[in-house]
């Protein structure tokens, strides 16, 4: 074999991984391992998620019910434009006791767990005993429910957390 055909074997080569590598690997999704976040403030009805990345991009997470249906999405507490390499997106008006999937898009890229969203539980309502009235009365979503008779379970300032009694 001449000194060109070897040449020309090693260009059709190159040429035809990188093809390979273009056409193999999705386009708009991460290729690489997942991008390493961080899931706080888990509450019964919000959670946060956080992570760096190495230069200043916009950053914000879709989120839903299903893997399949994402149709909410939470930006960066410091708003929807702010470029930055520390991302801080707090998910919050969840149901308690719900499984929760999302997405992290960072600089345009979407970052899951090898195609499938990231999952979430959330935390279980609060519930606690009215000693008076031999009575359980609790908090869901964010909001304390009793009876007209007994608002004053609502207005205690008994409450530590996330969760605040509402006053209705």
């Known amino acids: 074999m001449s000194f060109t055909g070897v040449k020309r074997r ?25 991008i390493t976040h961080q899931v706080t403030n888990l509450g019964a009805n919000s959670f946060t998620v956080t992570w760096v990345t190495d230069t200043a991009e916009t950053g914000y997470v879709n989120y839903g019910t299903s893997p399949s249906n994402l149709d909410n999405t939470a930006y960066d507490e410091r708003g929807q434009a702010i470029e930055d390499d520390t991302h801080h997106v707090p998910i919050s008006g969840l ?38 009235h031999d009575k359980w009365q609790g908090i869901q979503n964010g909001r304390c429910h009793r009876s007209r008779r ?9 409450f530590s957390g996330a969760v605040q009694p509402s006053r209705q």
């Open 10 to 34: 090693r260009l059709t080569m190159a040429i035809v991984l990188t093809l390979a590598l273009v056409l193999v690997l999705p386009h708009g999704q991460a290729s690489a391992a997942d």
């Open 95 to 132: 149901a308690a006791g719900a499984t929760y999937y999302y997405e992290i898009i960072s600089g345009g890229v979407t970052y899951n767990d090898s195609g499938t969203p990231y999952q979430i539980t959330t935390g279980p309502g609060l519930a606690f005993k009215d000693a008076r």
């Open 150 to 158: 007994h608002h004053h379970l609502c207005q205690n300032r008994h």
